[in-house]
């Protein structure tokens, strides 16, 4: 999918118009100071920032790889998302607008107006009792009240743990039992599509034996009936009404290592990690890159399509925007309900100029012809962004040509929940090649190594490691420092390992191939195969499973499973639907898999590990490779 187009430049050069308003036209000169003293580049963005008192060292690498940054500096992510702006020239400036996904309401916030949102849920935090350190999870759909949420809880100095409002009760269960949470906050439904997703009956199952939580606050959205456990529930329109909710609330001035959030993602086991960021690192980070890499400025109208479930929403939907006092936008629903040409009409509706998604998204749009973009004025859009996975050359020249209308460079954006801000990726006057996320962001050292460790010529795949540490990086797994050095550091000693394949080519630009570990990226979802599995084991008819990762057009990858089911039950169309089901209700809908194809037994080694590379290789029809530790 990489090979480049006969008829079409494999690279494209920025025009006048993007030259012209480049805030970093000679990034090659940036890129060199930055190499040669890349912790004096970050402190020089730390320092556009407030603090209320300043860092003594900015990076403290003793312990390393427990990296800190700007240490003995204090300030809170919220003092620069939104104090610092209530008394400059941003206060009356929008920070966030909003649409319902049925088109009937628009809620718009002004930095002044979402200070004071934010301070009531603060204010109703602290209430119920929420203080420095504690956790608080998060399960909401795409409403304002996420920022609200997020925000609030940074504000207080408490750790946020945002689940993504399609995981089901159990995997919920497991995020709030792990992170101790004392607060939830989701809402009485999302609206998915015109219909009602049941969040809080979700909520309900997931904390009803929790031995954390105390209180869970309800916002109301879609009117839904629930039931409301007098003792635990609250409805958040209630205590807003109360003088509880009333007055200032003080944003909590906290050590720059102090944690920020939590956020989990898939590993290569059954139990999700658990990545820890934190509030001075993370801040500088998302704050710089964002305005590098996506140039906002103040005319710009910038519209991320993440949900605040993943890390792009926390880095680049509610943190960097807000860093950056810039004006964004957020939709309520999906990209083709109740047409294929949603977006592209809020685009010329709310006169976006600066869009960010991803290219399974893109590819999905793309399915409906070109008509459906062209019906619209899109003539605001100055730049795009893409993230979450490789994108194809194809749906790059269609998202450059027809989306962008062959005036909007895009940067491709590559990072992982992990690295909490972008590795790699370009600026707007840095020429583009399709399919290729760029060159490593100012400051940071990518080098492609082979199994050993050693780096390999340029244009040969191998193993994305990095070099450099970065302010935005997790600072470890929280409660797991052991996992945390086994699955990134102690892989190839002294490099950060990403997961990753990848290949220079002779311009030092990076093609990212994919995963080389047991995650699968799903429509840019990341998943292991090990929940996958887990999930599907829980069913009563199941023995054993194994899922891979197959290529899929639109999805990027398709989760396939292979499937040993106990005597006594037949593999059938109804057990697949069965199964399917299964796993969207244990696990989340974006994880049913497409396929499922029942065998008396799966390739194991000899110590009974499941060879998902023989599968892999066998329904691809490639060579198996090598099978001497195969059993049997
Ligand atoms: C994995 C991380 C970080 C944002 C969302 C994903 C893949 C991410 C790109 C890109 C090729 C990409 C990698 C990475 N990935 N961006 N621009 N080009 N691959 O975060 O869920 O933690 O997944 O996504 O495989 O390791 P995540």
Redesign the pocket.
Known sequence: MTEPQSDLPDIYYPDETTLKNARIRDWQQVEEEAAADPVAYWEKRARELTWSKPWTRTLDDDDAPFFKWFVGGKTNIVTNAIDRHLDGPHKNKLALLWQSEDGKETRTFSYFSLNRAVTKMANVLKALGVRKGDRVTIYLPRIPEVFFAMLACAKLGAVHSVIFAGFSADALTARIDDSESKVVITADGSWINGSVFPLKDIVDQAVRFSPTVENVLVIKRTGSEVTMDPLRDHWYHDLTALPIARGACETVQVDAEHPLFILY??GSTGKPKAVLHTHGGYMVGTYATLRDTFDLNDGDRYWCT?DAG???GH?YVVYGPLLNGATSFMYEGGPSYPHPDRWWSLIEHYGITTFYT??TAIRSLMRFGDAWVNRHDLSSLRLLG??????NPEAWRWFYEIVGQGRCPIM????????GMFQ??GVPAMPQKPGS?GRPIFGQVAEIVDEKGDPVPDGTEGF?TLLNPWPAMMRTLYRDDQRYLDTYWNVYAGRYA???SARRDEDGYYW?I??TDD?I?VS???LGTAEVESAITSHSAVAEAAAIGLPHEIKGNAIHVYAVLNPGHQGSREMTEELRAHVATHLSPIAKPDEIIYVESLPKTRSGKIMRRVLRARALGQDEGDLSTLDG
């Open positions: 993602t898939s993440a993943w890390i792009t880095s991803a290219p893409t993230v979450g996975e490789p994108i491709d954006t590559w990072w992982q929940t992990e690295t790699i990726a996320a994305l990403t997961g990753d990212v994919g995963r995650i990226k840019g979802h990341r």
